[in-house]
């Protein structure tokens, strides 16, 4: 495997015989292997460079060369041997040990007692020695100025519940005189108590809050169904309004033309006897025109009185036209019908609306004793009151503003 990496991030110098640990740093394998061998004793294991934490010591990985490295192992011969540093020195992330002079070394151990820290070497006396049986050894800390009383420079070992801070033996003396006081180990044993029986309140509202978390989301999912099938039925519901409204215009436009047609097939008669009627009176007309010219008596006086007979007999039907007739009716009708219709849609649209307004979907319980949220704060939990739409004109802008709501969601999701 071929890297770009060519030193060793602990010796600085050019990689030999390179390995990697699990977090991907490279190293030269005697570096860390000095490195890790000082930190067996506390059992957790550091990246040197990211500071990553293993529990249980790495298996290094063996690495290819360095591109560095090829090139001086072709010109050298017989390379130098690495450096050996040593890593018990304290470095800037390091706690120091306060008995080394000069160059410390690393704390391994802080005294309580002592309060000091100490390295191997130094710590020594605390295993070996009678005097230090008594004194209480824990893992280096770097704060110990927060172990001593400012006002004496002793080691705090007792805590005062009345002042409700930690103080040593010689605050007792006068500053703390009379006050309720135990021991540290004490006071800690009862604030664990406590801190348990607060733990486990704190694990019960995580899993309270867990549940109604996927409650929530049950009830999210469901209203996205739920507002689904709304939708599919409703638009089902008015492609059958709809459907019904064009079967009406198609009946009402059946309904015209029926009778158009037959109005004009009633006129178309009655024009076809009076075209009749007409050309019969013309004839006779002309046949009185010839008979007054005529120099003939006899003809004369017998086709008159056969003309006046036949004339004085026969009596014309009259046709009246309605001056009124129109389909104006249906118009108005229609008009009507329509003008219901919006007022009955409308009415019903608000009903709804108010209905639908009126269903809460999720609220936030807080309870009596936690009121103490500032009225600013509370605001933000409340509901938004929605006015509810009254008329046709309301209920448009708020079916508007549902839509420009609802496209921004989309885009803010998107």
């Known amino acids: 495997m071929s890297f770009d990496q060519d030193s060793c991030y602990?010796?600085?110098?050019?990689?030999?015989?390179p390995v990697s640990i699990p977090c991907g740093h490279i190293f030269c394998s005697i570096c860390?292997?000095?490195?890790?061998?000082?930190?067996?004793?506390?059992?957790?294991?550091?990246?040197?460079?990211?500071?990553?934490t293993y529990n249980k010591r790495p298996t290094p990985r063996r690495m290819g060369s360095s591109r560095h490295s090829t090139i001086?192992?072709?010109?050298e011969s017989s390379p130098p041997p690495p450096p050996t540093p040593d890593y018990n020195y304290a470095g800037p992330q390091d706690v120091g040990c306060d008995i080394c002079v000069g160059k410390k070394h690393k704390a391994i151990k802080t005294c309580l007692m002592c309060l000091a820290s100490y390295c191997e070497k130094h710590l020594?006396?605390?295993?070996?020695?009678?005097t230090f049986k008594r004194h209480k050894l824990v893992d280096e800390i770097g704060h110990l100025d927060r172990q001593i009383c400012p006002q004496h420079?002793?080691?705090?070992?007792?805590?005062?519940?009345?002042?409700?801070?930690?103080?040593?033996?010689?605050?007792t003396v006068k500053e703390h005189k009379g006050h309720d006081m135990v021991s540290a180990e004490q006071e800690r044993a009862e604030e664990q108590q406590r801190l348990g029986a607060t733990q486990a309140e704190i694990q019960e509202k995580i899993h309270d809050r867990l549940?109604?978390?996927?409650?929530?989301?049950?009830?999210?999912?469901?209203?996205?169904?739920?507002?689904?099938?709304a939708l599919q039925e409703c638009e089902k519901m008015f492609s059958d309004?709809?459907?019904?409204?064009?079967?009406?215009?198609?009946?009402?436009?059946?309904?015209i033309s029926t009778n158009k047609r037959a109005a004009l097939n009633n006129a178309e008669g009655h024009m076809e006897r009076l075209t009749h009627e007409i050309s019969d009176l013309k004839r006779r007309d002309n046949e009185i025109t010839q008979l007054s010219r005529t120099e003939d008596h006899i003809h004369f006086i017998q086709s008159y009185h056969m003309l006046i007979a036949q004339t004085e007999a026969e009596e014309l039907p009259s046709v009246t036209v309605n001056p009124y007739f129109s389909f104006g009716s249906v118009t108005k009708a229609v008009s009507e019908m329509k003008q219901h219709l919006n007022e009955f849609s409308n009415d019903e649209l608000v009903k709804v609306a108010k209905t639908v307004n009126k269903m809460t979907f999720c609220e936030l319980d807080e309870p009596k004793k936690k009121r103490s949220i500032k009225s600013e704060e509370a605001v933000m939990?409340?509901?938004?009151?929605?006015?509810?739409?009254?008329?046709?004109?309301?209920?448009?802008?708020?079916?508007?503003?549902?839509q420009t709501s609802r496209g921004r969601r989309v885009s803010h999701q998107l």
């Open 153 to 171: 420079q002793k080691g705090l070992e007792l805590f005062c519940r009345t002042d409700q801070m930690c103080i040593c033996v010689l605050c």
């Open 381 to 402: 939990y409340k509901a938004v009151p929605i006015q509810e739409p009254q008329y046709r004109d309301d209920f448009l802008r708020y079916q508007r503003r549902g």
């Open 241 to 255: 309004m709809m459907r019904s409204i064009e079967r009406m215009q198609q009946e009402m436009a059946k309904l």
């Open 124 to 130: 020594k006396p605390h295993f070996e020695s009678a």
């Open 32 to 52: 860390l292997k000095t490195y890790w061998d000082h930190a067996d004793h506390t059992g957790s294991y550091l990246c040197p460079e990211c500071r990553v």
């Open 10 to 17: 602990l010796c600085k110098e050019y990689l030999r015989d």
């Open 211 to 229: 549940k109604q978390m996927e409650e929530l989301k049950q009830a999210v999912d469901s209203i996205k169904n739920s507002a689904q099938r």
């Open 72 to 75: 001086q192992r072709n010109s």
